[in-house]
């Protein structure tokens, strides 16, 4: 036991080199790398291989689903559907009963829209007035879709240089063409517009503005007819006021009043 004691130090250190030589043996002798390897080319071995396609993915299904789609009609919860619209009964002035079935029995649905009119916006060119430092061109304006009644009628304005505006503030002068004397054409501004018009010698010009509508209500017991009504004119029919609020070439748009709801007319 002392002899033990005093080479217990030595003991340790060969039992550590004997384990030290055992894992460098086991490094040089493993064969695991060339197992793995081994492995990996038995796997991808070419007459191993067998490549599957996909099939053809059948589409006739979606197809359908979207040419379905493609072909679906708005759904329409208006009259005649009574879903959320009951049948209506009426009591007319003359004491009898209405049925409101499809809507437009009575109330902006039953006016009729017969006529419509152009407003046109015209500029002619009337000559020369003064002369010298004072020569000034003359114009002609006319604008019938103006609100006022008296913007309608036709008014003369004057102008006398390029880059001014006319008496009225109606439009700007911007370039003249020819003599000045005996100008030929005229390239103008009207006032609110962004493009130019040009006015010359025996070519005025013009543009449609607006349109006038002509209606008529006939439902039983009442019965009404408006000519050459305006945008901003109110109706008065069925017991309910009704605002112009848009007229186009074949149609107007009419707001009721107690409802706010608006109804197009169309020209028949």
């Not at 437009?104 to 006529?115: D, K, P, Q, Y």
């Amino acid at each position: 036991m002392e002899q033990l004691k005093e080479h217990y130090e030595k003991l340790i250190l060969g039992l550590a080199m004997l384990a030290l030589v055992y894992v460098a043996y086991g490094v040089v002798m493993d064969d695991s790398e060339e197992k793995i390897e081994v492995q990996v080319a038995e796997r991808n071995r070419p007459d191993l291989e067998s490549k599957k396609e996909m099939p053809e993915m059948s589409l006739a299904g979606y197809q359908a689903a979207f040419a379905r789609l493609e072909n679906t009609r708005p759904l329409n919860l208006g009259n005649p559907h009574n879903l959320f619209n009951p049948v209506q009964w009426r009591v007319t002035r003359q004491g009898t009963v209405l049925k409101v079935e499809r809507g437009n029995e009575i109330g902006a649905g039953a006016i009729v829209l017969s006529e419509t009119k152009p407003l046109y916006l015209k500029v002619e060119y009337r000559g020369i007035s003064g002369s010298g430092a004072n020569l000034r061109y003359r114009f002609a304006i006319t604008r019938e879709s103006a609100q006022r009644k008296k913007e309608r009628l036709r008014v003369t304005t004057t102008v006398q240089n390029v880059n001014l505006k006319d008496t009225r503030n109606l439009f700007t002068l911007l370039s003249i063409e020819g003599d000045r004397q005996a100008p030929t054409a005229f390239e103008l501004k009207l006032d609110g517009d962004v493009e130019t018009i040009t006015v010359g010698q025996g070519k005025p010009y013009q543009r449609v503005d607006g349109f006038t509508a002509s209606l008529a209500y006939d439902t039983p017991g009442e019965s009404k007819s408006y000519v050459n009504k305006r945008v901003g004119d109110k109706l008065f029919f069925a017991d309910d006021g009704h605002n112009i609020v848009a007229i186009g070439q074949r149609e107007v748009v009419l707001s009721t009043a107690s409802t706010s709801k608006r109804t197009t007319i169309r020209l028949r």
